[in-house]
C-alpha cells in the first residue's frame, strides 16, 4: 500500500561536495527536522509518523516542526501519534496549515504549551468520535460497540480538556456536534497558542 504522505511530493537538486543529487521534496524536509501530517490518519501513515520522529529525537534534540492539514481519521491511529509526540524531550513546533479536524485537531491541542500555531485562514473542527460502517450483530456485540464507542468519547474529550484548560462538561458540550472553529476561535478555545503569519 501507498503512503499517502509521499504522493504528491516531488523531486529536487540538492547540492553535496558529490555534486548535485536528486532527493525527494519530502526527504529534504525530513533532514530539516519537518514532520507533515496530512491526508487521512491511517494506521499505515501513523506508524510512518512515528517512526520518524522517533528517529529524529534519536539523533539530536534540536526542535521539531510538525504541519497538520488533515480531515483526521482512524482514533486509535491517531492516539498512538498522540502519545508518542507527548513522550518526545525534543521541543516540537505545531502548526495548522489548513485544517486539522476530529482526530487531527486532537493532535494539534496536544502539542506544547505555546508552540501550538495555526495560520490565519486554518480552521479546527472538533466532535464526538464517528461509527463508520454499518453496525450489525448480536445485542451483545453492538452493547459492546457502544461502550467502545463511549469510551474513545470519554478519552478523546479528557485529552481536549487536559490541553484546552476547559472543563470536562464544557468539552463534551463542546463535541456534542461537528463544532468548526476559525483561527482565532480555536485560540480563544485553547487549541492553538498563537496565530502566525509565517511559518
Known amino acids: 500500500m501507498k503512503n ?3 504522493i504528491y511530493m516531488p523531486n529536487v537538486l540538492e547540492n553535496t561536495h558529490n555534486g548535485f543529487v536528486e532527493v525527494t521534496l519530502a526527504s529534504k524536509h525530513f533532514m530539516n527536522r519537518k514532520l507533515f501530517v496530512y491526508g487521512s490518519i491511517t494506521p499505515e501513515s501513523a506508524n510512518a509518523f512515528v517512526a520518524e520522529l522517533m ?3 534519536d539523533i539530536s534534540d534540536e526542535p521539531i516542526d510538525i504541519y497538520i492539514n488533515s480531515g483526521g481519521g482512524e482514533v486509535n491511529s491517531g492516539l498512538l501519534m498522540y502519545d508518542v509526540i507527548q513522550s518526545v524531550k525534543s521541543p516540537i513546533n505545531i502548526y495548522c496549515t489548513g485544517r486539522a479536524m476530529s482526530m487531527a485537531a ?3 491541542a496536544g502539542g506544547q504549551k505555546g508552540r501550538r500555531f495555526i495560520l490565519p ?3 479546527v473542527m472538533i466532535h464526538e468520535p464517528l461509527i463508520t460502517g454499518g453496525i450489525g ?3 451483545s456485540s453492538i452493547r459492546d460497540i457502544s461502550d467502545s464507542i463511549l469510551n474513545t468519547k470519554k478519552i478523546t474529550n479528557e485529552i481536549l480538556a487536559k490541553h484546552t484548560g476547559k472543563t470536562l462538561k464544557t ?4 463535541t456534542l456536534h461537528d463544532n468548526y ?3 482565532e476561535e480555536s485560540v480563544k478555545f485553547g487549541i492553538c497558542d498563537q496565530v502566525v503569519d509565517s511559518l
Do not use: C, Q, R
Open 121 to 123: 485562514h486554518s480552521e
Open 4 to 6: 499517502e504522505k509521499y
Open 181 to 183: 472553529m476559525t483561527a
Open 137 to 139: 450483530g448480536s445485542a
Open 171 to 174: 468539552i463534551d458540550k463542546a
Open 55 to 57: 528517529y529524529l529525537t
Open 106 to 108: 486532537i493532535l494539534l
